[in-house]
């Protein structure tokens, strides 16, 4: 099973791509972690915002694999606890479901990400930035793998 994380960012710190990269090696071979950087529009001086969301999430849309289902990433969405995450895992594992997480920008989702998606969901009630998101999601992801697998990474 693949697991998709559309993110808007490109050029993350070293930390950022080794924190991501360290959760996707660990992830068992059936379970593959996929990462798809999209590039943030520009911002400055006479370029409008809502243009800018715009823009990327058009970019979201169109990476979005056949299938899958959208999960976008806000901090208004429905908060998912790792036990909750890790039932939705297993229903994907079980159904050959193919989940794509869609990471925002500097400036969140645009409208027409939230209004594709499948599920808003909200990793925390904190506003965190992009970059990290991408780490925390992973590591979150593969601790439901690991509830899922009676792993001893996550301990009640």
């Known amino acids: 099973m693949r697991v998709t994380i559309l993110s808007v960012g490109h050029r993350m710190p070293a930390w950022i791509r080794d924190g991501f990269q360290e959760y996707a090696r660990r992830m068992p071979p059936e379970l593959r972690l996929e ?3 999209l590039k943030p529009e520009d911002r400055g001086p006479g370029r409008a915002t ?9 970019r979201l849309l169109a990476a ?62 904190l506003t965190l930035p992009h970059g990290l998101v991408r780490v925390v999601l992973a590591e979150q992801l593969y601790r439901a793998w690991s509830i899922l697998a009676g792993h001893p990474y996550h301990r009640e």
């Open 35 to 37: 990462l798809v950087e």
């Open 50 to 58: 809502e243009r800018a969301l715009e823009l990327e999430g058009e």
């Open 64 to 125: 979005l694999p056949p299938g899958a289902t959208l999960l976008a990433l806000d901090e208004k969405g429905r908060t998912v606890s790792t036990q909750g995450l890790a039932v939705m895992l297993s229903g994907w594992m079980r159904d050959g479901g193919h989940p794509a997480f869609a990471i925002g920008g500097a400036d969140g989702l645009s409208p027409q990400v939230k209004e594709r998606a499948d599920k808003l969901v909200s990793l925390s009630a």
